[in-house]
């Protein structure tokens, strides 16, 4: 078990820095950032590289994170060392690393898929989404696999298949307690599917699905012609609906949408469009509210952005009413992946990896120094009532080394597009890949952020 680490007073002043609010509009408006609690750093969990690491020792290739909030647990989909890290959140100590046990084959980790042509760095690699429901975790892998394990226990349960011919990854997934089932989606297929699996809630064990009548496909036949691939599913229990986010539908890329999937019928009963935003991350808000994490940048023009352009950026995130359709934009935070309501303080946070105010850098090959800062990343702080951003707090993103077409490859780009909270501390955890910047994180680590004006006895010291 790895202890936790004070931060020095020198270190703290540092971070300070780099967790500095960039605040928006006029001093009202950093007076309004101040009363609603100011996000700062609070410390990093050091993640220890494991023997079966491929990535240079370290932690740069990961993917969804998720906190448990019954067991207070954070779980990290991470595949440098192909394994789900699991942080006790109220210690902010690095616990476990999971494997799949014996008998069951290991993570993909980063790898390239085989045969490689038309697919992407990441489409085979593994592990990639996590979810829990009572002591049950389920995680998805390459290829096309979903793995269950009973993380009080740490026993791997059982493993499945979304398709066994298919050799990209099963993805993000969402899991419906009410009907024990799992959506995992198959987003770099083509075209992308989701898959029912059921599993029981004592066992965690899972029941292999059928394709016959356990898979909703996203192409015009299935109900949406998803066109670039399908992202976050999550469940909702109001609805009691499954809701997945569609980067693109048709031809053009400013059109995307969000589709409804009935959990009885598995057929997509609805499709909400939405517009400049390439929709990824999805999570559940107060009401019937969604947000919807966009992952491209539209100009005020209605175009994808490009930074060496003359037409100003425009980067939003989406509220959706899934009930009535109606839409909100938020305006001001960039680019990002995975999105999270923490309900403990009544805001959404967006691990948005790029954004117009500092694009992801290119470093030479070799790198000099080999780990100096390249590139702020975006934790975004939305308020959920006002639906509106509070904070753009700079997190950090890690460029391939070296840059193609260099060989061999040392490592992966590391970005920060994964999130999650503890909704009783308001801990904010952000995996970060190894730098010399935060501290503790030269083999990788998971920023805490939090609310210093949150003191919890025991739970919450105050920074030297």
Request: glycine share 8%; hydrophobic share 40%; aromatic share 6%.
């Given at each position: 078990m790895?202890?936790?680490?004070?931060?020095?007073?020198?270190?703290?002043?540092?971070?300070?820095?780099?967790?500095?609010?960039?605040?928006?509009?006029?001093?009202?408006?950093?007076?309004?950032?101040?009363?609603?609690?100011?996000?700062?750093?609070?410390e990093?969990?050091?993640?220890?590289?494991?023997?079966?690491?491929?990535?240079?020792?370290?932690?740069?290739?990961?993917?969804?994170?998720?906190?448990?909030?019954?067991?207070?647990?954070?779980?990290?989909?991470?595949?440098?060392?192909?394994?789900?890290?699991?942080?006790?959140t109220?210690?902010?100590?690095?616990?476990?690393?999971?494997?799949?046990?014996?008998?069951?084959?290991?993570?993909?980790?980063?790898?390239?898929?085989?045969?490689?042509?038309?697919?992407?760095?990441?489409?085979?690699?593994?592990?990639?989404?996590?979810a829990?429901?009572?002591q049950?975790?389920?995680?998805?892998?390459?290829?096309?696999?979903?793995?269950?394990?009973?993380?009080?226990?740490?026993?791997?349960?059982?493993?499945?298949?979304?398709?066994?011919?298919?050799?990209?990854?099963?993805?993000?997934?969402?899991?419906?307690?009410?009907?024990?089932?799992?959506?995992?989606?198959?987003?770099?297929?083509?075209?992308?599917?989701?898959?029912?699996?059921?599993?029981?809630?004592?066992?965690?064990?899972?029941?292999?699905?059928?394709?016959?009548?356990?898979?909703?496909?996203?192409?015009?036949?299935?109900?949406?012609?998803a066109?670039?691939?399908?992202?976050?599913?999550i469940?909702?229990?109001?609805?009691?609906?499954?809701?997945?986010?569609?980067?693109?539908?048709?031809?053009?890329?400013?059109?995307?949408?969000?589709?409804?999937?009935?959990?009885?019928?598995?057929?997509?009963?609805?499709?909400?469009?939405?517009?400049?935003?390439?929709?990824?991350?999805?999570?559940?808000?107060?009401?019937n509210?969604?947000?919807?994490?966009?992952?491209?940048?539209?100009?005020?023009?209605?175009?994808?952005?490009?930074?060496?352009?003359t037409?100003?950026?425009?980067?939003?995130?989406?509220?959706?009413?899934?009930?009535?359709?109606?839409?909100?934009?938020?305006a001001?935070?960039?680019?990002?992946?995975?999105?999270?309501?923490?309900?403990?303080?009544?805001?959404?946070?967006?691990?948005?990896?790029?954004?117009?105010?500092?694009?992801?850098?290119?470093?030479?090959?070799?790198?000099?120094?080999?780990?100096?800062?390249?590139?702020?990343?975006?934790?975004?702080?939305?308020?959920?009532?006002?639906?509106?951003?509070?904070?753009?707090?700079?997190?950090?993103?890690?460029?391939?080394?070296?840059?193609?077409?260099?060989?061999?490859?040392?490592?992966?780009a590391?970005?920060?597009?994964?999130?999650?909270a503890?909704?009783?501390?308001?801990?904010?955890f952000?995996?970060l890949a190894?730098?010399?910047?935060?501290?503790?994180?030269?083999?990788?680590?998971?920023?805490?952020?939090?609310?210093g004006?949150?003191d919890?006895?025991?739970?919450?010291?105050?920074?030297?």
């Open positions: 790895l202890q936790r680490q004070n931060i020095s007073h020198a270190v703290w002043a540092m971070t300070a820095v780099l967790a500095g609010v960039l605040t928006l509009g006029n001093a009202a408006a950093a007076e309004k950032a101040k009363n609603d609690r100011a996000v700062r750093l609070l990093t969990v050091r993640v220890t590289p494991t023997a079966t690491n491929t990535t240079a020792d370290a932690l740069y290739s990961f993917d969804i994170s998720w906190v448990d909030q019954p067991s207070r647990l954070y779980f990290l989909a991470d595949r440098s060392n192909l394994v789900v890290d699991v942080v006790d109220t210690a902010n100590i690095l616990v476990e690393q999971l494997a799949p046990g014996p008998g069951f084959a290991p993570f993909a980790g980063f790898t390239a898929c085989v045969p490689s042509t038309g697919h992407a760095a990441n489409d085979c690699a593994g592990p990639d989404g996590v829990t429901l009572g049950c975790l389920f995680v998805t892998d390459a290829p096309s696999r979903v793995v269950s394990f009973n993380f009080v226990t740490g026993a791997t349960i059982s493993s499945v298949k979304t398709d066994p011919t298919d050799i990209t990854r099963a993805d993000e997934l969402a899991v419906d307690p009410r009907d024990s089932l799992i959506l995992a989606i198959n987003n770099a297929s083509d075209p992308p599917f989701g898959t029912f699996i059921k599993f029981d809630k004592t066992s965690c064990a899972l029941t292999a699905p059928d394709p016959a009548t356990d898979r909703v496909t996203f192409n015009t036949a299935g109900g949406v012609n066109t670039n691939g399908a992202e976050q599913p469940w909702d229990p109001v609805t009691k609906k499954f809701y997945v986010s569609i980067p693109q539908i048709g031809l053009a890329p400013e059109g995307g949408g969000v589709i409804r999937i009935d959990a009885i019928t598995k057929k997509i009963d609805n499709t909400y469009g939405i517009m400049f935003c390439s929709p990824a991350g999805l999570t559940k808000g107060p009401n509210d969604v947000l919807v994490g966009c992952n491209t940048v539209f100009d005020t023009a209605g175009k994808p952005w490009s930074p060496t352009g037409t100003t950026a425009a980067p939003i995130q989406v509220i959706l009413d899934v009930v009535t359709g109606n839409q909100d934009q938020v001001g935070v960039g680019v990002g992946d995975e999105v999270w309501f923490n309900k403990g303080d009544n805001n959404y946070y967006t691990a948005s990896s790029t954004s117009p105010l500092r694009p992801l850098d290119v470093v030479p090959a070799p790198p000099t120094p080999p780990l100096t800062a390249q590139g702020a990343a975006i934790l975004g702080v939305i308020d959920a009532k006002d639906e509106e951003v509070l904070q753009l707090v700079p997190t950090f993103n890690v460029p391939q080394v070296p840059p193609p077409p260099a060989a061999p490859t040392v490592h992966p590391g970005t920060a597009h994964s999130v999650a503890d909704a009783k501390n308001n801990h904010i952000v995996p190894a730098n010399n910047v935060f501290p503790n994180c030269l083999t990788g680590c998971i920023a805490v952020f939090w609310h004006d949150e919890e006895p025991g739970e919450n010291p105050t920074p030297p």
